[in-house]
Every structure is written in structure tokens, then in C-alpha cells.
Nanobody, 119 residues
Framework: VQLQAFGGGLVQAGGSLGLSCSAS????????MGWFRQAPGKVRELVTT???????NYADSVKGRFTISRDNAKNMVHLQMNSLKPEDTAVYYC??????????????WGQGTLVTVSS
């Protein structure tokens, strides 16, 4: 299984950015997926999740600003980030989630993508 996030970059506060994640290995359509992020000096945190049926949940810190979506046919999950804040600066990762809790990552971490929000 390989997970690769891409689309990060430098953006000003208030701006928008879209991330994508490709999942290979035949796991995608059967798994809930999530986006995590790790800011410098902080632990990795779960940002948003999406079930196989498309139901989404968000951390309070991003609710109303971020939108997760998935394309099962292409084995991809996307994250649209609007109204970005400097505290959104982090490396963003995607992963499949354990169905039992929809929070625990299943696989080893793949390549993340750095998002930097300037004030």
C-alpha cells in the first residue's frame, strides 16, 4: 500500500489550497479515509474523515473551512482548504482508518505534503 499526498504550497492567510492523495494497493474503495496533519513541534492530529459512503466529519478547528471528498473510481481523496490561517501550517497526510473507530490510521505513513500559511 502506498499513500501519497500532494498539492501543498505557500499561501497567504485567508487564501485557499486543494490537496489530493492517491492510494494504491487496492485498499481505497473499502476504507474510510482521513486527512491528518503535523505542525512543527506538535503531534500528528486527525483533521477530517470520510466514510466509504461519503459521510464526513471535521475537527472543530477546521469545520466550515475545509471540505473532504473522495473519488473511488480514481482511488483518490481530496481536501479543499479555504480561509486558511497560519495555524493550519503543517505537513498533511492521508491514511485509511480503522472501521472500528474511524480515527486510528491503518497503514504506515506515506509521503505528506507541506502547507505553509503566511500571516
Amino acid at each position: 500500500v502506498q499513500l501519497q499526498a500532494f498539492g501543498g504550497g505557500l499561501v497567504q492567510a485567508g487564501g485557499s489550497l486543494g490537496l489530493s492523495c492517491s492510494a494504491s494497493g487496492g485498499i481505497f474503495s473499502a476504507d474510510a479515509m482521513g486527512w491528518f496533519r503535523q505542525a512543527p513541534g506538535k503531534v500528528r492530529e486527525l483533521v477530517t474523515t470520510i466514510t466509504t459512503g461519503g459521510s464526513a466529519n471535521y475537527a472543530d478547528s477546521v469545520k466550515g473551512r475545509f471540505t473532504i471528498s473522495r473519488d473511488n473510481a480514481k482511488n483518490m481523496v481530496h481536501l479543499q482548504m479555504n480561509s486558511l490561517k497560519p495555524e493550519d501550517t503543517a505537513v498533511y497526510y492521508c491514511n485509511a482508518l480503522l472501521p472500528s473507530d474511524l480515527r486510528t490510521p491503518v497503514f504506515s505513513w506515506g509521503q505528506g505534503t507541506l502547507v505553509t500559511v503566511s500571516s
